[in-house]
């Protein structure tokens, strides 16, 4: 630490492929029964969202040759391509973020922070009703990947704290949980909230919070908390992901209030659900950290640098970089 101003450098979404990855082509629409949704999925995939999921390792290679001294780093979850959609319990995923943490290490060791998202753990795919959370996944984060679901790093004037969003929001994804496990994630979640509730009780009056959060949907369950509540207005930003392009961010903020869709499945049950409570995100100031690859319509991807004066005196300054779109062999 020591240096003032700090250099902290954000990214979110690597979604990296292994090679176990790379071998599920169209994961995601064969885990669709139904023959209009799956083209409708794939459409949406092709056009829309990205054609080629597998196709994007190079670009953490990219950030790594730029970004070799950051103070420190940040990466706000999603390390995977989650193809079996229960997060790093499965193998293939497990590599994937294996192989993804490597390269992080190697380039930054000690410097690195990850938070949990929703890849992670699992969820449950679109449209299909594949997959959820599973609590192997969450004892192989800790225990296999060697990352904590909760972090909280003292920083000058400011508290970084990353929470795990899927977990903070475990009411929405209780439907993709086995029933088996409920009792153990109802008491994860107690544990995780009464952990945030510990450290924003910490922060001093005169103090700052930098949260990092990937999933905003979880943002109103933070506001439930009284401790988060009573000291929102020392968070300076909210850092999520999940959302991969600025579009997609302006576009729920449209769509806040909506109410929530019950005919899709849980996946879209669950994303119009968070959209009703998103008019509260702005509580937390919000600040997009998209995927690195963005999305296949805006090729906007990138990652944010972030300026810190650790007195507190100067608002914390954030730069957007860019990252090339290229194509991968497969397209
Ligand atoms: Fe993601």
Known sequence: MGTNPFQLLILSDIHYAGNKECLRRDHEARAIENPALRLLARLYRHWFWLRDPFAHNHLLEEVISRERHPAMVVVNGDLSCDTAFVG?????????????????????????????????????????????????????????????????????????????????????????????????????????VERIRAAFDNVQPQERVLLFCHDPSA???????????????????????????????????????????????????RMSSALRNARLWEHFRVLLCPSLAGIERFKDGGYWRATLDLTGNVPVVFHFHPLPWRRGIDN
């Open 88 to 192: 790093h319990s499965d193998e293939a995923s497990f590599e994937s973020a294996s192989d993804c943490l490597k390269r992080l290490r190697t380039a930054y060791g000690e410097k690195l922070w990850v938070t949990y998202g929703d890849h992670e753990l699992g969820k449950a795919s679109l449209f299909g009703a594949r997959g959820g959370l599973r609590c192997a996944s969450w004892d192989r984060c800790e225990q296999g990947l060697n990352i904590a679901p909760f972090w909280h790093r003292r920083l000058g004037a400011y508290h970084c704290i990353g929470v795990a969003s899927s977990v903070v929001a475990l009411r929405l994804f209780l439907p993709e949980i086995l029933e088996s496990e409920r009792a153990r994630w109802l008491s994860l979640r107690d544990e995780h």
């Open 219 to 269: 943002l109103p369950f933070l506001l439930e908390i009284p401790s988060v509540a009573g000291r929102i207005s020392q968070v300076e930003h909210t850092v999520v992901g999940h959302l991969h392009s600025q579009f997609i961010l302006r576009l729920s903020r449209k769509l806040a209030g909506l109410p929530p869709i019950h005919f899709l499945g849980n996946s879209v049950r």
